[in-house]
């Protein structure tokens, strides 16, 4: 009899041994013990979403943006003075960026930022801010932080305030960090949709832009290599909070398979699954029901009217994973499954947000 001992598990056999090519398995075995440790899953050092640009699930080019809106997922644009502020995603073969322009005709103050959930996990430890920048002309970063409590929670605090660690961006590329120590939040009031917000501000000349890529927000006060995160992991991460069906022309874009109404066939109903369980209840916008259509077996029909909800309506089984699709078709279509389908031949698409 061998046994095989690894912490407090044996592995027993009448014959096991080891030999230069590891464990010889001509035996039956049999494991006893108990086996102990943690389980293996996913340790993020960089607490920053889509730091490589890489998912833009909205688009990745957007022109004249309103302050407020979403771009490059996870980056919004909080503010710009006067307008004509235009955003880019850019491939540099190698790295992804983020490139902001002034369309103006004089300078302008434009404001890109990125909110992370959760600012409890940033409670009075050292962390330290890194990415890489250039511009088209010589300007300066003004970098913000804000701890923000949420809904019901403490007042917002400044953590990093406009003017503290300005940066000089250059027409080449290289790497910045800023350190900082969050508050000391055991005592505070945390609300829901908490988080911690990191503006980058830059006053840009006429028809100027600066651009900046490898985004990373870890713990202590020297910053490490930047982390790779494969972009089907990312794009994962991305979709908690937002989340599209179609905005491409001349492709097939269901939402979701509907049956009938067995006491009125113009009415259908079915369930759209999203690829991960969003942040909260979403807010859900479609196109126009024109825009619309049930396909089915033998022909097709235009929905007069499409809603779409949260399957679970009650916040304590709250799934926000599964939303409802109800549609009212322009006409009878008797007893089929009817596949909900935006136009084929648009860029209509359906968008789900569960954004900070």
Known sequence: MGAITRGHANLIGSGGKLNADGLDLTDDYAFTGTVSGTPISPSFKNKIINGDISVSQRGTSFSDVASGDYTIDRWKMNYRAIGNANIAQVDNKTYKSLKVTNGNASTQEIVMGTRIEDVTQFSNEGFVLSFFAKASTSCTLDTRVFENYGSGGSTTVTRVASGSQN???????QRFSITFTPSDMSSLTIGTSNFLEINFSVSLAASANWEYDSVQLEKGTTASDFEFIPFDVQLQRCQRYYYSVGGVNNTYKRISTNITNPNNRNQTAGLHFLPVPMRNTPTV?????????????GGANTFSSVSISNQSEAASDADFSILRVSGTLGSNVGNHAVQVELTYGSTDKMEVSAEL
Do not use: D, E, W
Request: net charge positive; no cysteine; hydrophobic share 30%.
């Open 285 to 297: 916008t479609l196109p126009s029901a024109s825009s619309i259509n049930g396909v089915y077996i």
């Open 167 to 173: 940066k000089t961006i250059t027409t080449s590329r």
